[in-house]
């Protein structure tokens, strides 16, 4: 029996990863699972899964979440520091999809125990990536991307040797938006852009698929993970989403990964890892599909996916800026402060601000780590500097 944590089990990564374990009694044991606000599902699932402890990143929910697992045994915890602690208990496998960058520190502590990490949470390698990777070597950690982009690459690359990959494609559906005229970007709503036309998804990253920032964090997790450099990374859109993406070799030959659009799919492989096991999800008719098309993204309707290259290109610490930016913006977006066009335009005023700033911790010089210390601070500026231009924007507009 594999012993397994879920940060981040209330999300739908979170969900689907239960619902692969509930399919297999007697295969896995909970040790622990964690949330924030939803307080009902994080208790339920406690229960249905014998965890020994349910952690609420929400400190004030604390009493909530006792309240919901009195007399089950179950352990409870709250905060930030109790998730991370939550992260260090030893288990065979953890997974890691809390939402944004706050699932750095909590990914952190399972590698620097040396453990099994399946990675669903793209912001950790956007904001330390150099740190993320040195810590898994250093301990001999196991790191198992989760994104079903970064699954498929992972997926078409074992066996193969890193010299002779000479590019990667990751594919985008184009989101909500895709088809929309460009004038109609700058009055769509929270409520359009949190429509996937192909995934059930969460509604941070929906949104995030309709600006192509998920896309635009994607590049520079791909570059962590994979070590290519960005001008070797394209991405394409591919409206079908049947396509994850793709392995280019230097004699010309593709690898693609292909599946229906269910997140079960890289979730089940990073669970089973190294074997295949039987998942409980649609298998791929290509005749039934008919087709299979792709198309360049257009630079106008999504610049995140430049902004993304130019925080690689400014180096240091400017990807967690990015990230940071990236978030708040999106904080105020759903807030209705800004319109959905004006989300780019904060970051990419974050990162020219903040570049080479004083305020800023040191940038790295080359071979020279980032601390968590700093790419804290780099995140916190980041999001202070979005947020105040995203107030001035909401004074402007008023």
């Given at each position: ?41 994080l ?41 991370a ?36 949470n ?46 990667l ?53 791909a570059?962590?993970l ?139 010089r080359?071979?020279e ?22 107030g ?7």
């Amino acid at each position: 029996m594999r012993t397994v944590t879920i940060l981040g089990s209330t999300g739908s990564i979170g969900q689907a990863t239960l619902d692969l374990i509930s399919r297999r009694e007697g295969d896995f044991a909970v040790e622990a699972l964690t949330g924030a606000g939803n307080i009902p599902l994080l208790a339920a699932q406690a229960i249905r899964h014998r965890a020994r402890l349910a952690v609420t990143a929400r400190e004030d929910l604390h009493a909530d979440l006792k309240a919901a697992l009195a007399g089950t045994g179950i352990e409870t915890a709250a905060g930030p520091a109790a998730v991370a602690e939550a992260a260090a208990r030893p288990v065979d496998w953890t997974m890691a999809a809390i939402v944004g960058a706050a699932g750095l520190v909590p990914s952190l502590a399972v590698l620097r125990r040396g453990g099994t990490l399946a990675l669903a949470n793209k912001e950790t390698l956007v904001a330390g990536g150099p740190l993320v990777m040195a810590e898994a070597a250093r301990t001999g950690a196991c790191l198992l991307p989760v994104d079903s982009e970064h699954s498929g690459l992972f997926q078409a690359l074992r066996g193969e040797r890193a010299e002779e990959v000479e590019r990667l494609i990751l594919t985008a559906s184009g989101g909500a938006f895709r088809d929309w005229p460009l004038h109609r970007l700058r009055e769509a709503t929270p409520e359009q852009a949190s429509t996937h036309p192909n995934w059930a998804m969460g509604q941070r990253i929906t949104i995030d698929s309709a600006s192509m920032f998920n896309k635009a964090l994607e590049i520079i997790e791909a570059h962590v993970l994979f070590g290519l450099p960005a001008d070797r990374i394209e991405v394409v859109i591919h409206p079908e989403s049947l396509v994850h993406a793709l392995v280019g070799f230097r004699d010309g030959a593709l690898i693609a990964h292909l599946g229906a659009p269910d997140m079960r799919h890289a979730i089940g492989f990073a669970l089973n890892h190294p074997l295949r096991e039987a998942l409980p999800v649609e298998r791929l008719d290509l005749v039934r599909a008919g087709r299979l098309t792709f198309r360049e993204p257009d630079p106008a309707r999504y610049p995140a996916l430049r902004l993304a290259r130019l925080a690689m290109e400014q180096g240091g610490l400017m990807p967690a800026v990015f990230n940071a930016a990236k978030e708040a913006a999106l904080d105020a977006f759903l807030a209705r402060a800004i319109r959905f066009t004006q989300m780019a335009e904060i970051v990419e005023r974050t990162l020219d601000r903040l570049s080479g700033d004083g305020r800023m911790p040191r940038l790295c010089r080359a071979g020279e780590m980032p601390g968590l210390d700093d790419i804290l601070e780099a995140d916190r500026l980041g999001r202070k500097e979005a947020a105040a231009l995203a107030g001035r924007m909401t004074r402007e507009e008023a």
